[in-house]
């Protein structure tokens, strides 16, 4: 059902509990429905609770009041346990239900494949429908959140846009992170011009939360075309008690990026003040971007499961690796530099294997990491405060820059508490505007 960027180990902690396989699932299917944990022939928010009580009994060795049967009907991920993962999952349904929707708790999870109708087309054959999505901007949607009396109901409205058939939405929460490290989630496709989400318990003070609503356009014949135009929040926006939302924390940032996971990633020289992107030339990369090879992959997908633990997201995937290669790594000599070619590419290898590099070693490997991840990083050709030719790498998310860098521990002072190691700072990006990203 969610699938981890890389993937985790597959240990279960306290909290969970293994019940009967997928086979003897089927067996049950005609008695008790997937979801429908309490057989009342519904899915809904009791449901939600019902595997919420069960989980906490588990939690503390203790046996739920539950059959073995309706221990089935929790396990909604079928990934062998019964955890607040399935609690949100159901919530995530009920709400689906709560706004029309019609498919299946299976189908809607993609649990078992979906059997196409007699004469059913494939709508990736199509070509795109037709939409001038550019006369749009953030500003016309004018979205209002309402809630209710209870803050468990989370709802969204704007101006109906022109283009349009429709609005895809997300909206997310950190009232919890599943044992995956996502955070809650919920996503809707709707025809009108509003959303109301189900959430998993009451939105307090304390919570971060933001949305994105994506235009798209369907016509019949056509396969969907969705908005490069988006209305995306978290930076500010109304917050339901003071009328004014604080920044959403950069953690709940991080955790909430659009990925798309891909193995080449740019350099830009920017030493002579404007940025040029580098052309690699006849090193073993890909054009003009640094390409990710099977053999690094391969090496941090074997530290992915060495290190990365249940529960640990993103954002701390990133800094636990960063940490790592700073505490892990000396700086490599001339000799080092040249005995191991460590220009070729293969910065992973030189600082989990080897452990010894660069600027540019240590910086590429963790850029490497999050391309893989699916975040929009890139190098950097700089200098360094002193003046020294010097690598580093810069993240966007949603138009925000964060500067990251990683060394080695040879410039830590203790007695000031530095350490060449940072990410995700606001205030040390040093190219904003990528030339060719206008």
């Known amino acids: 059902m969610k699938k981890s960027i890389l993937k985790m180990a597959a240990s279960l902690v306290m909290g969970t509990v293994c019940v009967m396989a997928s086979s003897a699932l089927s067996t049950f299917a005609s008695e008790v429905s997937l979801g429908d944990v309490n057989m009342d022939g519904k899915i809904d928010s009791s449901d939600a609770s019902a595997i919420l009580m069960a989980y906490s009994a588990l939690s503390v060795n203790e046996t739920p009041d539950l059959s073995e049967e309706q221990l089935s009907a929790a396990d909604i991920n079928a990934d062998g346990s ?7 999952d159901v919530l995530v349904y009920y709400s689906y239900l709560s706004v029309g929707g019609n498919e299946s708790i299976t189908e809607y999870f993609g649990l078992e494949p ?3 109708a007699a004469g059913a087309i494939d709508e990736s054959q199509l070509e795109p429908t037709p939409a001038d999505f550019s006369v749009l901007d953030p500003a016309m949607f004018n979205v209002k959140e309402s809630y209710d009396a209870g803050k468990k109901q989370f709802t969204l409205k704007w101006d109906s846009l022109p283009v349009a058939t429709g609005y895809h939405v997300d909206i997310y929460t950190d009232q919890y992170y599943d044992d995956e490290g996502q955070p809650f989630k919920y996503s809707a496709d709707v025809t009108g011009t509003s959303c109301t989400a189900q959430l ?5 003070d304390n919570h971060n939360y933001r949305y994105k609503i994506t235009p798209f ?33 950069v953690k709940f940032k991080v955790n909430t990026a659009d990925l798309t996971p891909h193995d080449t990633y740019p350099i830009y020289d920017i030493r002579n003040g404007a940025a040029v992107k580098v052309d690699i030339g006849d090193r073993p990369f890909d054009g003009d971007a640094l390409y990710i090879n099977d053999n690094e992959k391969a090496i941090l997908q074997k530290f992915a499961d060495e290190h990365f633990t249940k529960g640990m997201t993103n954002y701390d ?31 992973v290898n030189d600082v989990v294997n080897l452990k010894v590099g660069q600027c540019l070693q240590f910086n590429g490997s963790a850029c490497e990491l999050m391309a893989l991840m699916g975040y929009d990083v890139y190098m950097l050709h700089c200098y360094s405060e002193g003046g020294y030719p010097h690598y580093r790498f810069e993240l966007n998310i949603d138009g925000i820059v964060y500067g990251m860098e990683v060394g080695d521990r040879q410039y830590d002072n203790p007695a000031t508490g530095y350490r060449w190691e940072w990410a995700f700072d606001t205030s040390r990006p040093m190219l904003l505007v990528r030339p060719d990203k206008k």
């Open 200 to 204: 998993p318990s009451a939105l307090g």
């Open 82 to 88: 019964v955890n607040s993962s399935d609690a949100s």
């Open 217 to 249: 356009a369907k016509a019949d014949g056509y396969r969907t075309t969705y908005s490069k135009v988006r209305y995306i929040d978290g930076s500010t926006g109304a917050y339901f008690k003071t009328g004014k939302r604080a920044y959403n924390s």
């Open 114 to 116: 979906e059997v196409p």
């Open 317 to 347: 995937k990133v800094l636990y690796f960063m940490k790592w290669v700073h505490d892990n790594n000396s700086y490599a000599t001339y000799d080092q530099y040249q005995k191991y070619t460590m220009w070729d590419g293969n910065f």
